[in-house]
């Protein structure tokens, strides 16, 4: 828990990094004094993992999904390597995009990452959604699609109400609303579970046994 609590912060600070150079929201009525306003963000960043993860457990516990099948998928090495290739250019090549686009291509971060990190997992052993698929499971993919669909509609109705808040400025969608986000936006808390799944598996196997892990 303590380690999804440091890696959720590490990683989200990973992506305001990118909102940096491709605005897709800004923070309202932030807390004047810098230390306070920091630790503001240290704690509202480390929920970020343990939510997500803490109500994936929640729905395996129910069985969510439990059956969810799929048509197995055979991973050799050539198709590893090209989802590595594709995700590093879905995580390098949007902040080079000319200024007025960036703020559009959201949705290639939120998928890059899974697409780089997955593979690696695979080849290292760690616990892997590849790995899931080659299996014909389609479980636990199901249950973080759930997990951060319910998470994003929590987050944005606590947003909504809140008076120190996020206000999205990316240029899609905006027309269209639920609480604070953009329709379009919702689609994007499905890939950041799993986003967020493949960083810590990525991380986590490097200190502990992939068997001791939880998820």
Sequence with gaps: ???QCILSVACW??????????????????????????????ISFATIMPGLFLTCELL?????????RMPR?????????VSAVIGAIFCLVPPFFPENMR??????????????????????????????WEAGSLTRTLQLFASGAICGLLWEFWNMWA???????FPVGQ???????????FLGFLPFA???????????????????LGL
């Design 103 to 132: 703020g559009g291509l959201w949705a290639f971060v939120w998928m890059g990452w899974f697409f780089l990190l997955e593979p690696f997992n695979y080849w290292r052993g760690a616990q892997s959604i590849y790995r899931d």
């Design 175 to 185: 027309n269209w609303k639920f609480f604070e986000m953009p329709l379009v936006g």
């Design 60 to 68: 395996q516990s129910f069985g969510f999904f439990a059956h969810a």
């Design 73 to 81: 998928v055979r991973w050799g090495q050539n198709a590893l390597i």
């Design 13 to 42: 600070c990973l992506f305001e990094a990118y909102n940096r150079l491709m605005p897709g929201w800004r923070y309202a009525n932030l807390p004047g004094d810098l230390s306070l306003r920091f630790l503001g963000y240290a």
């Design 194 to 212: 799993l986003e967020y799944f493949v960083m810590f598996h990525f991380v986590a196997s490097f200190f502990t046994r992939d068997d001791k």
């Design 163 to 169: 008076y120190t808040k996020w206000v999205y400025i």
């Design 1 to 3: 828990f303590i380690l």
